[in-house]
């Protein structure tokens, strides 16, 4: 079978560690820890807890929440708690359902890292003519 063939119905291994399920959205450092955060607090986080959290400003947390917001992930609520604005953020069901699938794409990953660590054993010498770059 020629190397570089590109048609997927004659290399079953075509694009087999292209992970296409990692959602770009998602996958932004940021944005995976308010979704962790939240994936882990069902009822929502206030604002200032989820910042908290995150390690995140009011400024940036805003931005990602908006972004979030915009694709579904995420809902926000305004409200008011002894006479001072809150704001309330929690998954969507979406965006629960999207996490978990995100989630097992990472845990796809790592099997396939752990499997070829495992299996791989000792560097093997290259052949000649190869030299470092």
Not at 56 to 82: C, F, M, P, Y
Not at 93 to 104: C, N, S
């Amino acid at each position: 079978m020629d190397a570089l063939n590109t048609d997927s119905t004659r290399d079953p291994g075509h694009g087999r560690y292209a992970y296409d399920g990692l959602e770009r959205v998602i996958h932004e450092k940021a944005r995976l820890s308010i979704m962790t955060s939240l994936a882990t607090h069902p009822r929502g986080l206030v604002f200032g807890d989820l910042k908290d959290l995150c390690s995140l400003t009011d400024g940036n947390l805003s931005r990602h929440l908006a972004t979030l917001q915009e694709s579904g992930l995420v809902e926000i609520w305004k409200g008011s708690h002894r006479n001072r604005p809150q704001t309330l953020v929690r998954l969507t069901v979406a965006g629960r359902q999207r996490f978990l699938e995100y989630i097992a794409v990472l845990e796809g990953i790592v099997a396939d890292a752990v499997q070829v660590q495992e299996q791989a054993g000792p560097l093997p010498n290259l052949t000649e003519g190869w030299s470092p770059a």
